[in-house]
Nanobody, 124 residues
Framework: QVQLVESGGGLVQAGGSLRLSCAAS????????LGWFRQAPGKDRDFVAA????????YYGDSVGGRFTLPRDNAKNTVYLQMNSLKPEDTAVYYC?????????????????WGQGTQVTVSS
């Protein structure tokens, strides 16, 4: 079992930056592929970004590519989501997730463990 706890959400103005953290306990994160999804009110949970177990490859949703990055620090058992040039449409609850992915990293159902989520609000 892996327990994931997100932090770092908050209110930011458009054009600003935030860094979300996802700290894991129970198992070492280096054993898992890691991802971030987000869900806005009344919408489906959407893929944001993912990084493979040994960090060689990362993937980003079309709406965040070039603005978000996904560094992982296996020594700290933590993965981050660095969000730059934030837009009001980035407003959502952001969820950290972990799993051993065989196939598409873009599908939420492939991940096994989820954090409780952290709210990000971008004002215009």
């Amino acid at each position: 079992q892996v327990q994931l706890v997100e932090s770092g959400g908050g209110l930011v103005q458009a054009g600003g930056s935030l860094r979300l953290s996802c700290a894991a306990s129970g198992r070492t994160l280096s054993m898992y592929d890691l991802g971030w999804f987000r869900q806005a009110p009344g919408k489906d949970r959407d893929f944001v970004a993912a990084i493979t177990r040994i960090g060689r490859s990362s993937y980003y949703g079309d709406s965040v590519g070039g603005r978000f990055t996904l560094p992982r620090d296996n020594a700290k058992n933590t993965v981050y989501l660095q969000m730059n040039s934030l837009k009001p449409e980035d407003t959502a609850v952001y969820y950290c997730t972990a799993g051993r992915i065989y196939g598409s990293y873009y599908e939420a159902a492939r991940y096994d463990y989820w954090g409780q989520g952290t709210q990000v609000t971008v004002s215009s």
